[in-house]
DNA sequence: GCGGCATCGGTTATAGTATAACAATACCAT
DNA sequence: ATGGTATTGTTATACTATAACCGATGCCGC
């Protein structure tokens, strides 16, 4: 699997944007819940941010640590931990790997589809998909409180490819 | 979380009956598809579905050894990848953790409600849940090749208690 | 200012999950 | 019996995550 190209076609997107938005709503939902954006937790959300990919907690740790700031694992995981709290990055379970969220400010039911051939990974926030899931729980009398929706496939670039 | 009672009420299945159905079954779709159902993976299916919760694999691996078995990690590994590729068990992303399937005649989309307090895992088999999933997909120009669907919340019987 | 408290990050150690690589064995077909 | 293939044994190691403790910092009330 190609893991180090850009994460989009460069053309299509401009990624400094990005990145720039995520941290400015970050900064806005911290200030928001009274919560703060430190330099640990604020350097982990922008490395999230450096692709479009999930990515995983030791690769994050590996660039805190290129920074020349002293990181052990702990270090990142409570980053995470903190991130993952305030929705400002998710979780993919199927790759233990994390992935910036596109939507922070709702506290939103979200889905992922992952391209298993560039790794991308994009994110879906369609209520039906819950809403179903939520329908066929409620029959079985079963009260949901996560949902974890990952589909794994090829994205649209890689199916011409 | 309470991990040591018996997966449903007792009352309300005959777990005997259970076990030795998927075990008919898998005899059934290994003969069916010229494949060997042998000792280990026999054992590992039977260990898998001697509850209705999601078993991780060094559980199953002390098992094993209790059994008397010389096992080490690539033993029940291995017999998982056997079983995962025949439908026969479930891997839970979100648990790291391995569940038996209860249809495994068919090449089904799966979805899993687990109750967080007595951590039984029920599986549906929706297929307007996998529906949905690809049409939000398919205008995203996604192809989709599997779907990880899990729920956790409370079943019925601990949201009463 | 000072003490007390709470939060955050650093550090060490360890738990938990999974796979690579190679050796030995069992099984089957000829 | 012989050779080939599938399976299992064995050792080592990689990857993912958390526990526990400590020191630094900053805030608050007095």
């Not at 907690?57 to 993952?84: I, Q």
């Given at each position: 699997m190609k893991r180090n190209a850009p994460a989009r076609d460069p053309g299509k997107h401009d990624h400094r944007k990005c990145v720039h938005t995520a941290l400015s709503t970050a900064e806005a939902v911290c200030k928001a819940r009274g919560e703060k954006?430190?330099?640990?937790?604020?350097?982990?959300?922008?490395?999230v941010w450096a692709s479009h990919r999930p990515v995983?907690?030791?690769?994050?740790l590996d660039s805190l640590r290129a920074?020349?700031?002293s990181?052990?694992?702990p270090t990142v995981y409570r980053a995470l931990e903190f991130l993952l709290a305030l929705g400002l990055v998710h979780r993919v379970e199927s790759l233990n790997?994390?992935?910036?969220?596109?939507?922070?400010?709702?506290?939103?039911?979200?889905?992922?589809?992952i391209c298993r051939q560039c790794g991308t990974a994009a994110e879906l926030e369609e209520s039906d998909i819950a809403t179903a899931i939520d329908r066929h729980?409620?029959?079985?009398?079963?009260?949901v409180e996560r949902r974890t929706v990952e589909a794994m496939g090829l994205c649209a670039?890689?199916?011409t490819a």
């Amino acid at each position: 699997m190609k893991r180090n190209a850009p994460a989009r076609d460069p053309g299509k997107h401009d990624h400094r944007k990005c990145v720039h938005t995520a941290l400015s709503t970050a900064e806005a939902v911290c200030k928001a819940r009274g919560e703060k954006l430190t330099p640990v937790r604020k350097r982990v959300l922008e490395l999230v941010w450096a692709s479009h990919r999930p990515v995983g907690a030791y690769a994050l740790l590996d660039s805190l640590r290129a920074d020349g700031r002293s990181a052990a694992p702990p270090t990142v995981y409570r980053a995470l931990e903190f991130l993952l709290a305030l929705g400002l990055v998710h979780r993919v379970e199927s790759l233990n790997a994390y992935l910036g969220c596109a939507h922070p400010a709702s506290d939103h039911a979200a889905q992922f589809l992952i391209c298993r051939q560039c790794g991308t990974a994009a994110e879906l926030e369609e209520s039906d998909i819950a809403t179903a899931i939520d329908r066929h729980a409620k029959r079985a009398g079963f009260a949901v409180e996560r949902r974890t929706v990952e589909a794994m496939g090829l994205c649209a670039a890689c199916q011409t490819a």
